[in-house]
């Protein structure tokens, strides 16, 4: 206990009561600054004083609870503020292979030079809606393109969904068949897969063993694996730039395009 309590003075109140002041302080020290005094503690307590100094602090604690409030919302704010830029990090290290198209699909100009990458569910409420989104920004961008990447994440319809997204579209027919499921108001299942697939005139043998093949199967892994590296926790994701965010209407998407072509 020589050194705790002047680390627990310097760290539960924000370093707001520094022993070493032997008054309160109305400062806000930086990082930097708090680990420097807790690196240069050295006074040397007895257990009274120990206990006076608990005393010291639950009193002080409890007349000034805004302290604690204070310190947590900072301490909040710096660990959303880190995760970001470890964020931003992973989005610059991996962009190069968020845009392959290899492992994607496109909507827009082809050869758009302003790019979004969106994740999604066939299944899902907010992905079909953010297609409305897509519709109206793509009237006066002429120059975005959008990467779309499967990311199934509401159950086994959605998985099926998702490869059967992938087999339209290695028979050409991607736009076709994406554009029969974002305006399905019916649910994304075999029955209604096989359905659009007969609609727009598939090789339904072909489609059908395109829906189990290896091909598919490792570009479903390579989203997750995306969506794992950037705590993607749901759908839609949308990237832009070093910009994540979820659903935006027309109004919002423009707003993050315009804040990435300040950059």
């Known amino acids: 206990m020589k050194k705790i309590m002047q680390l627990v003075l310097l760290t539960a109140v924000g370093g707001i009561l520094p022993l070493s002041a032997g008054e309160v302080s109305t400062g806000n020290p930086s990082q930097k600054q708090m680990e420097k005094e807790q690196a240069e503690a050295s006074i040397s307590l007895?257990?009274?004083?120990?206990?006076?100094?608990?005393?010291?602090?639950?009193?002080?604690?409890?007349?000034?609870?805004?302290v604690v409030a204070g310190s947590l919302e900072k301490y909040v704010k710096y660990q959303k503020d880190q995760e970001m830029e470890k964020v931003k990090t992973t989005l610059k290290n991996n962009r190069d292979k968020l845009i392959d198209e290899s492992t994607a699909s496109v909507i827009g100009n082809p050869k758009g030079s302003q790019v979004i990458v969106a994740f999604y569910d066939n299944n899902?409420?907010?992905c079909r809606k953010l297609e409305e989104t897509f519709a109206t920004v793509l009237k006066d961008h002429k120059n975005l393109k959008i990467i779309l990447r499967q990311l199934p994440v509401l159950g086994e319809d959605s998985v099926l969904a998702a490869k059967a997204v992938l087999a339209?579209?290695?028979?050409?027919?991607?736009?076709?068949?994406?554009?029969?499921?974002?305006?399905?108001e019916e649910p994304i299942d075999l029955g209604k897969i096989l359905e659009i697939a007969s609609k727009?005139?598939?090789n339904i043998t072909k489609f059908k063993q395109d829906l189990d093949s290896t091909k598919i199967k490792k570009i479903l892994a390579v989203n997750e694996r995306f969506a794992k590296t950037l705590k993607i926790r749901g759908?839609?994701?949308?990237?832009?730039?070093?910009?994540?965010?979820?659903?935006?209407?027309?109004?919002?998407?423009?707003e993050l395009l315009a804040e990435e072509s300040t950059k």
């Open 46 to 66: 007895d257990s009274q004083q120990v206990k006076q100094i608990e005393i010291v602090i639950r009193k002080f604690l409890d007349q000034n609870p805004h």
């Open 124 to 126: 899902c409420g907010y």
């Open 235 to 254: 759908t839609p994701a949308l990237i832009v730039g070093d910009q994540m965010a979820a659903y935006v209407d027309a109004d919002g998407l423009r």
């Open 168 to 184: 339209a579209q290695n028979q050409g027919k991607f736009k076709d068949f994406y554009q029969a499921v974002v305006t399905s």
């Open 200 to 202: 727009i005139n598939l």
